[in-house]
């Protein structure tokens, strides 16, 4: 099993609908979660961050986090052309690890006009 | 205020042959990392330094070794090219957050095809 897995892309939705980006991590001790977005031939660069469970927005996006069932979410409302990329979950364990990330493979979100 | 900058953009080598990829920070930040992203992998830690003076192995460090020179420079060499380094690399530097964790910045990434 993968240390980080996220949803298999790639993901297709209408532009003004939400889309739903979901990421599972295996090691309980995690204690961040990251989601960085990646356009085509750029770097990622951070979206948002979550540590505590609940919701999290920014704007329209939301992070969820549920550290019993080990997963986090990231929610785009009213999607836009422009949120076509990919994206990626990293998470950020405790102890001797902190401060490295672990990402997943990323998924391919496409929002079409 | 150039953030997280890498040297080259594009680089093109033979196999066996040795090269550094060259990173700075001007953000004052500590800690320092280097990955490589393959198609369909995400991103991979091959070596990080969490101060100046000190590195540390991720997850994928065969073939490649560093040097933090000072608090703002990371630098990654290989010595003998293989074609399975055919990737892209990119350095990052993180900030400590008031909440706890860190947040890391990308440089704009080197890609490195070994022929």
């Known amino acids: 099993q993968k240390e980080v897995e996220q949803n298999s892309g790639p993901l297709s939705v209408p532009e003004g609908a939400i889309a739903s980006l979901n990421c599972t991590y295996s090691?309980?001790?995690?204690?961040?979660f990251f989601w960085y977005r990646q356009y085509s031939g750029k770097s990622p660069e951070l979206i948002m961050f979550?540590?505590?469970?609940g919701d999290k927005e920014d704007g329209r996006f939301t992070a969820q986090l549920n550290k019993a069932s080990q997963y986090v979410s990231l929610l785009i409302r009213d999607s836009q052309p422009s949120d076509s990329a990919t994206y990626l979950c990293?998470?950020?364990?405790?102890?001797?690890?902190?401060?490295?990330?672990?990402f997943g493979q990323g998924t391919i979100l496409t929002v079409h006009p | 205020n150039a953030g997280v900058t890498q040297t080259p953009k594009f680089q093109v080598l033979k196999t066996g042959q040795s090269m550094t990829l060259q990173c700075a920070q001007d953000?004052?930040?500590?800690?320092m990392y280097w990955y490589r992203q393959d198609p369909g992998m995400g991103l991979r830690l091959i070596y990080y330094?969490?101060?100046?003076?000190?590195?540390d192995k991720g997850e994928v460090p065969n073939g490649y070794n560093v040097s933090r020179l000072n608090k703002r420079e990371f630098s990654l060499r290989l010595e003998s090219a293989a074609p399975s380094q055919t990737s892209v690399y990119f350095c990052?530097?993180?900030?400590?957050?008031?909440?706890?964790?860190?947040?890391?910045?990308f440089g704009p990434g080197t890609r490195l095809l070994v022929l």
């Open positions: 953000m004052n930040h500590n800690s």
């Open positions: 990293a998470v950020m364990k405790g102890g001797t690890s902190y401060g490295k990330l672990t």
């Open positions: 990052a530097s993180s900030l400590a957050m008031a909440q706890g964790g860190e947040t890391q910045y």
């Open positions: 979550i540590y505590s469970n």
């Open positions: 330094s969490a101060s100046e003076g000190t590195t």
């Open positions: 090691d309980r001790g995690s204690q961040s």
